[in-house]
């Protein structure tokens, strides 16, 4: 590489660190380096998913976000390179960023500003309390409690939760550190913020879970996990919220709120959207007595989805996803109704 294009990487890492700390009210304002010299069809990982993110954002690209350079990356790129005026042969080497980098700062290229940017208010959430449940903990608990109050039924207190397929990384861990980024998003528009955790060691059942934010009089809550399936090609996120049989008091606002994050959670971080749907067999559901959701926010059976889980800025969009749909469940002027059907 040469001395100009490490100098150049040396100051792509300043912006990548400036960034990472606001990236949840606004999106960047310069593009991130590929730790590679050239980019080409047929390679595979992160970069290549962080190239498709910021091509799909300037409408170069339109296709999912798979972190393979594919035929469509091939032909966005040529689309970019033509925008610059380079050699348009689909790869994406030292001179295509640097006309890259270059058309950001004189200004012909701009990430469009995500909606929490557009605007100056602050403490948006002044008032509310809303409780942030990250789910599970590093010693599972097996004993059994009471699924829902008033029925025979029973499930383990705190099942092990998943873990990820290439990573290793326990489903505990993404969680938290999720929910310390939505925490601050909260806190920062003047929510009151209730955590369920702060640590992983740590031992509290799911009804008992429930039974704090009642406690609390948390105004809505939000348990965070990752997913897992038997298949490893399966991606996505899913909203789970309470069901009419156990949870009639609470459905109608936790579907809305449940609407609000499932449209929100698909614009920041552009993972496919499995389902919203409700359950009957979640205990932290069926004891709770304020509205409640739960997001699992991707899988991390998936080899690729797993990266991207662990991965700092993409818990940063995860978070920002989360806090733009609590917003919106707040600023529906009237605290409009959901519909009564829970999309499929």
């Not at 409780?131 to 109050?149: N, R, S, V, W």
């Not at 993404?174 to 806190?187: G, Q, S």
């Not at 003047?190 to 640590?199: M, Q």
Request: glycine share 8%; with cysteine.
């Amino acid at each position: 590489m040469s001395p100009f294009l490490r100098r150049l990487a040396a100051l792509c890492c300043v912006f990548a660190v400036l960034l990472s700390c606001s990236a949840a009210f606004a999106a960047p304002t310069m593009p991130e380096i590929p730790s590679q010299e050239i980019l080409s069809a047929g390679d595979f990982g992160e970069d290549v998913e962080t190239l498709q993110t910021e091509l799909r954002a300037l409408g170069f690209y339109e296709g999912e976000i798979t972190g393979l350079f594919d035929g469509a990356t091939k032909q966005a790129v040529i689309r970019l390179q033509a925008f610059l005026g380079v050699r348009e042969d689909g790869a994406f080497g030292p001179l295509t960023f640097a006309a890259y980098w270059n058309a950001f700062e004189l200004g012909l290229l701009a990430f469009p500003e995500q909606q929490s940017a557009a605007s100056d208010e602050t403490d948006r959430l002044a008032g509310y309390t809303i409780g942030i449940d990250p789910g599970h903990q590093e010693t599972p608990d097996a004993e059994l409690e009471q699924m829902a109050p008033g029925v025979k039924r029973t499930k383990e207190r705190q099942s092990p939760g998943s873990t990820g397929v290439k990573t290793g990384v326990p489903e505990y861990k993404i969680n938290l550190l999720i929910a310390f980024k939505l925490r601050d998003l909260l806190e920062a528009e003047g929510a009151t913020v209730v955590l369920t955790r702060e640590t992983s060691d740590f031992s509290l059942s799911n009804m008992e879970r429930a039974l704090l934010m009642n406690e609390s009089g948390v105004d809505i809550w939000l348990r965070l996990h990752c997913d897992s399936v038997s298949s490893a090609n399966k991606s996505g996120a899913s909203v789970l919220i309470p069901s009419r049989a156990y949870g009639a008091a609470i459905y109608q606002e936790s579907l809305r709120l449940g609407q609000c994050v499932y449209e929100s959670f698909s614009e920041a971080t552009g993972a496919t959207m499995i389902s919203l749907r409700a359950l009957m067999d979640q205990t932290g559901f069926n004891w709770s007595e304020k509205p409640v959701i739960a997001v699992e926010m991707g899988m991390l059976s998936n080899p690729q989805e797993d990266i991207r889980l662990n991965r700092d800025s993409y818990q940063t969009s995860c978070a920002a996803g989360l806090f733009n749909g609590i917003l919106a469940y707040f600023e529906q002027s009237g605290g409009g109704s959901a519909e009564n059907e829970v999309p499929s």
